[in-house]
């Protein structure tokens, strides 16, 4: 839930259908889950932003 729904990555869900935020939110959520199984995760996230400008 938190990728899909704590980061800016929902501007980019609501780009291609604003309706699909849950279902986004699932996909994820399963993928996440067959690759590392199904629990309660209660961590901090941290991310690096890089914005590149023309000169």
Avoid: W
Avoid at 14 to 19: K, V
Avoid at 25 to 45: E, P, S, W, Y
């Amino acid at each position: 839930m938190a990728y899909c729904q704590g980061t800016p990555l929902p501007n980019e869900i609501d780009a291609i259908d604003p309706a699909r935020l849950g279902e986004a939110t699932t996909a994820a959520a399963d993928a996440i889950a067959a690759q590392f199984g199904r629990m309660d995760v209660d961590d901090l996230i941290s991310a690096f932003v890089v914005t590149a400008l023309k000169p």
